[in-house]
Each structure stands twice: as C-alpha cells, then as structure tokens.
C-alpha cells in the first residue's frame, strides 16, 4: 500500500508549504519529493480543464475526495471516498468490513488551484474494507448543496461503467498538491499485496510515479473529470507479494512482478451500493461489495 504518512506532515500542508521534508514519506512508493513541482508542462497543456483539485480532500495521512453518484441529490450529505488502509481504525484484515462506524475525522477541501478552502467533517464511515478492493467512504455532516454553497465546489462524479485500457488518467493527490497523468495500462486478475488480495485492479503506464501520501487519491479520466478508480499502491523494491510489493496474479496463477509499477481501485462497483440518501445498502441489485 502507499502507507499513510505521519501526522505531523500533515500540519506543514496545512500551511502551504511547497517544499516537503524529503524524510516525511514512511509508505510505499518514491521518497518523498523535495518539491512538490507540478507535473510538465507539457502534461499541463494536454490535460482538459475538467481535471484539477476542486473536490479533492486531504487527510491526515492520505489523500481522498469528495464524491457522489449519479443519482446523488443535492440535499444528500456528502461522501469521500479515499483507501481503506488509510482508515483511522488501521488497515482492516483480510475478510473485515467496517460498515457505518462513527467517525468525526476532518477533511481540507481544496480548490481548483490546490489552495485549502476549508474542513469538512465525517459523522461516520459509511463503508470500508481492504478485501477485494481498497476503499472508505466517509459520510459528512454536511450536504452537497451546503458544500457548494460555502466554498462553489462541486463533488467529483463516480463513474458507472469499468474503466478502459489506454484511457488518459490524472491521479490527484491533495496530500501532495500534485497530479500525476498518465494511462489505464491494463487490468489484474488478482493483486495482491501481503495478506490482502484484489480484484480486477487498475495498472498504470510508468508515467505515474506515485508516492506515500497518495493513498486515496480520485483517478480521473482525462476526458470526462470522472472518478474511474483510487489510486493505492505500487511495487517499490521488486520483491514478490509482499507488503509495498504487490504482485500480480493471473487466472493461472501465474506471479508477475513489476517494479516501480504502481495501482488502483475501480471505483464504478461502489455505485450500485448506495441508494437513497446517499445511505449504503449491500443488498441492493448489482453490489458485489464485500458484507461484514
């Protein structure tokens, strides 16, 4: 996984700092950069302008957005999605499901520039487990149309459909205030990474070089500004299935290895799980999320 970083990092990005300790990250991926440089500019100059930082949140220790549904309302109360192993509780164990729980934990919401607009707060965690997928989903004290309201940001929308092969993606992190663009460059049978194991991941083109502190960042399709997947971890020093060394599994059971290759979550499996209200309900027609 890309660990969740130290907490007292995370006060340094509270102030806008642009330089980051180059010892902050204790987690999967690169160190730490000692910037946080935006990417190339020519990345910058083909990137659409329906992808930046408007909805993306940063934790204190990973990053994460605020999204809704496509039949989210806007009386609904908000939701964010980040990892699950960026959970307060720590990492779930393999078959956990953490399933409305209370939780008051605080959000920065960001703007479009990246610039912290203000906190948002969890009256609980609507959903969270890292077993065939890695993610949590927070419900906040506040709705959508308050949200918008008070800071005329617009929650990030969950795509209903899987995600395609050679699709144009930006992993934004709100941790970092950095982006990273590359390409879907294909899809794992299994991931799996220590004790947990995945479904159906999203591999990236080496161009995204995420890094710790990233866990839970949207993965936004170029195209659209939709939320396809989060991003969550990455083989960093080459070794076979274990931990910060996922491994890729085929229906075989053939292990893949990739170095420095990094992964994410498909995020279009969470929508069929919420209904009315925003509210989680695991029997609903097409949710194949995992039951506590």
């Given at each position: 996984?890309?660990?969740?970083?130290?907490?007292?990092?995370?006060?340094?990005?509270?102030?806008?700092?642009?330089?980051?300790?180059?010892?902050?990250?204790?987690?999967?991926?690169?160190?730490?950069?000692?910037?946080?440089?935006?990417?190339?500019?020519?990345?910058?100059?083909?990137?659409?302008?329906?992808?930046?930082?408007?909805?993306?949140?940063?934790?204190?220790?990973?990053?994460?957005?605020?999204?809704?549904?496509?039949?989210?309302?806007?009386?609904?109360?908000?939701?964010?999605?980040?990892?699950?192993?960026?959970?307060?509780?720590?990492?779930?164990?393999?078959?956990?499901?953490?399933?409305?729980?209370?939780?008051?934990?605080?959000?920065?919401?960001?703007?479009?520039?990246?610039?912290?607009?203000?906190?948002?707060?969890?009256?609980?965690?609507?959903?969270?487990?890292?077993?065939?997928?890695?993610?949590?989903?927070?419900?906040?004290?506040?709705?959508?149309?308050?949200?918008?309201?008070?800071?005329?940001?617009?929650?990030?929308?969950?795509?209903?459909?899987?995600?395609?092969?050679?699709?144009?993606?930006?992993?934004?992190?709100?941790?970092?205030?950095?982006?990273?663009?590359?390409?879907?460059?294909?899809?794992?049978?299994?991931?799996?990474?220590?004790?947990?194991?995945?479904?159906?991941?999203?591999?990236?083109?080496?161009?995204?070089?995420?890094?710790?502190?990233?866990?839970?960042?949207?993965?936004?399709?170029?195209?659209?500004?939709?939320?396809?997947?989060?991003?969550?971890?990455?083989?960093?020093?080459?070794?076979?299935?274990?931990?910060?060394?996922?491994?890729?599994?085929?229906?075989?059971?053939?292990?893949?290895?990739?170095?420095?290759?990094?992964?994410a979550q498909e995020t279009y499996g969470i929508v069929p799980c919420i209904g009315a209200g925003n509210v989680f309900d695991l029997n609903r027609a097409g949710c194949a999320l995992p039951k506590p």
């Amino acid at each position: 996984m890309k660990k969740p970083l130290v907490g007292a990092l995370f006060a340094v990005l509270l102030l806008g700092a642009g330089v980051a300790p180059a010892t902050a990250a204790t987690g999967h991926g690169a160190a730490a950069p000692t910037t946080v440089a935006a990417p190339t500019a020519v990345k910058e100059k083909i990137r659409p302008k329906a992808v930046n930082f408007a909805g993306t949140v940063a934790l204190s220790n990973c990053s994460g957005s605020v999204v809704r549904t496509p039949d989210s309302q806007p009386g609904d109360p908000a939701l964010v999605l980040s990892n699950g192993h960026c959970m307060e509780s720590g990492f779930p164990g393999p078959g956990e499901v953490v399933f409305n729980q209370p939780s008051t934990r605080s959000f920065t919401l960001l703007n479009a520039s990246g610039s912290g607009v203000g906190t948002l707060r969890a009256s609980k965690i609507a959903y969270g487990t890292m077993t065939d997928t890695d993610i949590s989903v927070y419900q906040l004290t506040s709705t959508y149309a308050q949200i918008e309201s008070k800071y005329g940001i617009k929650a990030l929308e969950l795509n209903t459909a899987h995600p395609v092969q050679g699709t144009a993606i930006t992993v934004v992190s709100a941790y970092w205030k950095r982006t990273y663009a590359c390409n879907v460059d294909g899809f794992v049978y299994r991931l799996k990474e220590g004790d947990w194991t995945w479904k159906d991941s999203v591999r990236y083109t080496s161009a995204c070089q995420t890094i710790g502190g990233t866990s839970g960042s949207p993965v936004l399709d170029n195209a659209t500004g939709k939320v396809v997947a989060v991003n969550n971890t990455g083989n960093e020093d080459g070794q076979q299935c274990t931990e910060n060394n996922p491994c890729e599994v085929d229906e075989s059971g053939n292990v893949t290895v990739r170095q420095g290759i990094n992964y994410a979550q498909e995020t279009y499996g969470i929508v069929p799980c919420i209904g009315a209200g925003n509210v989680f309900d695991l029997n609903r027609a097409g949710c194949a999320l995992p039951k506590p």
